[in-house]
């Protein structure tokens, strides 16, 4: 299984970027997410979806980030508006094969970075 991150990139505050992930199996129970790391933090959670669509979303980034899957299911979305310095990080994506998130990601992209200025 592979996942696969596009879509990074670098852009001013009160911008925009959408990030990719394609996961390169058939998916039938799955929780997707999305993380980041900042230089010199601990990886951190950003958002989950789950096979039913039941999304979570860390605090700070709720009513800017909106995870979402495409047709096939196996394309994984992460929507970042209103972006924000404190956004910079590397975003990783995740999967478990779970009928729910329980944190225990099986499968990590290389990830795709992104600078906000």
């Known amino acids: 299984v592979q996942l696969v991150e596009s879509g990074g990139g670098s852009v001013q505050a009160g911008g925009a970027l959408r990030l990719s992930c394609q996961v390169s199996?058939?998916?039938?129970?799955?929780?997707l997410a999305w993380f980041r790391q900042a230089p010199g933090k601990e990886r951190e959670g950003v958002a989950s979806?789950?096979?039913?669509?039941?999304?979570t979303y860390v605090d700070s980034v709720k009513g800017r980030f909106t995870i979402s899957q495409g047709n096939p299911k196996n394309n994984l979305y992460l929507q970042m508006n209103d972006l924000k310095p404190e956004d910079t990080a590397m975003y990783y994506c995740?999967?478990?094969?779970?009928?729910?998130?329980?944190?225990?990601?099986?499968?990590w992209g290389q990830g795709t970075q992104v600078t906000v200025s």
């Open positions: 995740a999967a478990e094969w779970n009928t729910h998130c329980s944190g225990r990601y099986n499968y």
């Open positions: 199996a058939h998916i039938h129970s799955y929780c």
């Open positions: 979806i789950d096979m039913y669509g039941n999304t």
